[in-house]
Every structure is written in C-alpha cells, then in structure tokens.
C-alpha cells in the first residue's frame, strides 16, 4: 500500500493545543482512499521544522504530501494556492527566531504552486456542508515556510510526488470570540480532503475563492 504523508504543528505562540496536530494523529495509521496515512509533528521552528518533514519523507516514501497548519481567524477549511520564498514572521517561532524578509531558500524561486487539486478539495468539502474555500496566501510565518520547502523539496528530488499545504480554524474551545471549527467537522474535512488529492489527479476549473 502507498503511503500519504499528513503533517500538523506543535502548539505556538502561547496557545494551549494545535487542531492540527490533533488531526495528524488522529488520522495516523488509517487507510484513506487505499492508502496507509503516516501522521507526523512538526515542531513550530523555522530550519527545524523542514529538516523534520524532510526526514519523515525519507521514512515513509509518501506517495502524496499534505502538511496541516492552524490558521487562527478563519472561519473555513482553507487549501493553500501558492508558497513564496519569504520568512517574515509578526511573532517568535517556538525556538525564539524571528526572521524578517528572509528567503527560505537563498536564491531558490519566488513561488511555488500546490500540488494539489485544491479547487476540487474546496468543491467536494462544500457538498457535505464543510466549511471550505482556496486561500491565496499561506503567511509569511512557519506554515509556508514547511510549505515552500516541501514544494522546494518535491520539484528538485520527488518529481512524481504530489504535495500542499492545508489551514484549518481553531477549535471552538481555543476562542470565544473568533471563528472556529468542530473537531469532528475537521477530521471529516482532513479526511475528505485526502480522498480528494488522491482521486483527482487534476484540478477542476471551479470558483473556490473566500466567502468574506
Ligand atoms: N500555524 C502557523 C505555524 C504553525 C501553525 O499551525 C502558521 O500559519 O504559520
């Protein structure tokens, strides 16, 4: 059986619990769309965070590659369209790194786009009433970072390897006052997600943009 490799973040900037390390564990070991899901943690580290999905790489030979983030503030399951080549972080990561417009691969290109069919994800999410739209910046934090160096990493050695990026709301017992998402609306999202990836080996030309 083939692997997906489905990453999520340690807890950061204070908050108690990521969702999306709650999802990459939970999803751990499961088959999805006839492929074995390896779950795995990223530490919220600028350097260290790339050296570990390139690691787990290494280990599980991924057919696919979803890397899962928190994205506190929004209201929707949210495909990224596009990683740039910029570190520009508004706090510190977990290790005390702060750097500002800094290229995360010295003279690599400016953007790369996912892999993944994220028009089709947003379209078969909205079907079964999951919250979902493509989002057309990843930040500047730790999140496109992983991001860019893991379509950094496929375009130079894994060719043939499918790969992006995912960002999920808070938990609603992460906020009182910001937009949040249900655990089991996650994991159903994350889940429907992968099916997706795999069965669509092409995007569909569909509107899939933000609702606010
Ligand atoms: N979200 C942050 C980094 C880790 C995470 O889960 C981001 O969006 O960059």
Known sequence: ???????????????????????????????IARHRVEGALLPCVFGAAI???????????????????????????TPERVA???????????????????????????????TLPIKAIVQELR?????AAVSQTAGTFVC???????????ALHQ?????????VPYLPEQTADKPSLPYDKMIEGITLAIETAVEYRRDVKAAGGQSS
């Open 144 to 154: 496109n970072h992983v991001f860019y160096g893991l379509m950094h990493e496929l």
């Open 51 to 77: 050296k570990e999905l390139k690691h787990q790489i290494k280990l599980h030979e991924p057919a696919l590659v979803i890397c899962l983030g928190l994205a506190g503030g929004r209201a929707e399951i």
């Open 84 to 114: 740039i080549n910029v570190d520009d972080a508004r706090i510190a990561d977990n290790a005390g790194q702060q750097p500002i417009d800094r290229p995360v691969v010295k003279d690599g290109p400016a953007a790369y786009f996912s």
């Open 159 to 167: 060719k043939r390897v499918r790969g992006g990026f995912i960002h």
């Open 127 to 131: 079907a079964k009433e999951i919250p």
């Open 1 to 31: 059986m083939k692997n997906i490799l489905l990453t999520g973040f340690e807890p950061f900037g204070g908050d108690a619990l990521n969702p999306s390390e709650e999802i990459a564990r939970q999803l751990n070991g499961i088959t």
